[in-house]
């Protein structure tokens, strides 16, 4: 895989919740910038809840329908915020839906004076970010907003209606995510892609690691379709995104751009899995051990090439 070179990030900006906040949404030309905003994390160190509620406070005091950068930024920040900070701030995103159904109406499609956001980009960047807290609570947070499991017995017996969960939030996340990577010239824009990028790809590795679960070829059956969408949706993403330096940079290191653009047989793997004889067995193909549909996480990540 191609070596990924790292961002040049501005200072940490300091100071109290309002003021970061202030910066990281301001209309300025310079972009939202992620690498910038460790000093807001570190008062989620004191306390969680009393950190993300003075966030939103923070965003309420934004001219978010005046100004549809503005606003991006801020919901930029708040995706970002939901990776990066402790679960507490996806459950107050949570509670903070209103405010979310409030950005989600001042900037629909064809919405005057919206700029270079006039197709409604705003608007489906709320309405994304409503759906994604609603998926994380139906879940019981299971997983959280990076998609790292944190109740993965959850999960089992309701793996397809979860999968369709994520299946409904990648497809919305692509629509989002291409139209932004669509516009080259808008650093702001490219900006945000990244965040919904990242979250795609995480996304996906879940949707690897939760099929892996499931040995069974009948069960798997129940999967494929939604398992295929889901695959399909992040192609289109990350292959996309992979063309776009100024996204890549902005990426980890161990992020996977670079998925097949057919999606893997997961009922034939289940199958052919199944008809190797036992390691050990004295069997003629003794030893068979299907690689796992989320191990090209890993791989590509060995194959990163440090600067």
Known sequence: AKARKG????????????????????????PFDPASLGGLLSHFQNDEQEASQAVFKALFKQ???????????????????????????LD?????????????????????????????EVSLFAAFLRMKTRFHHRCQFSWNARFDAVNP????????KVLQGVEE???TAQELALALLDSKGSSTKLQGAAVLVLEVARAYEAVCALVDTVEKPRA??????VYSNCHNHAYSVLSCASGIEEVVEQLPRDLVLDIPRNPPDIVG???????????????????FQEEPLGGFAQQEANNVVAD
């Open 7 to 30: 961002s040049a990030p501005m200072p940490n900006v300091g100071g109290s919740i309002e003021s970061i906040v202030g910066f990281a949404t301001s209309d300025v030309e310079q």
């Open 63 to 89: 001219p978010l329908s005046a100004d549809p950068v503005t606003a991006f930024k801020a919901l930029s920040l708040v995706l970002w915020l939901m990776h990066e900070s402790p679960m507490a701030f």
């Open 92 to 120: 107050v995103s949570l509670k903070h839906d209103k405010f979310l159904e409030w950005v989600q109406g001042c900037w629909a499609a064809g919405t005057d004076n919206a700029g270079d956001f006039s197709e409604g």
């Open 153 to 160: 017995g959850f999960f089992a017996g309701r793996e397809r």
């Open 169 to 171: 939030l990648v497809d």
């Open 220 to 225: 798997r059956e129940k999967l494929a379709e």
């Open 269 to 287: 793997l289940a199958m052919y899995k199944n008809m190797q004889p036992a390691a050990g067995g004295g069997g003629g193909g003794g030893g």
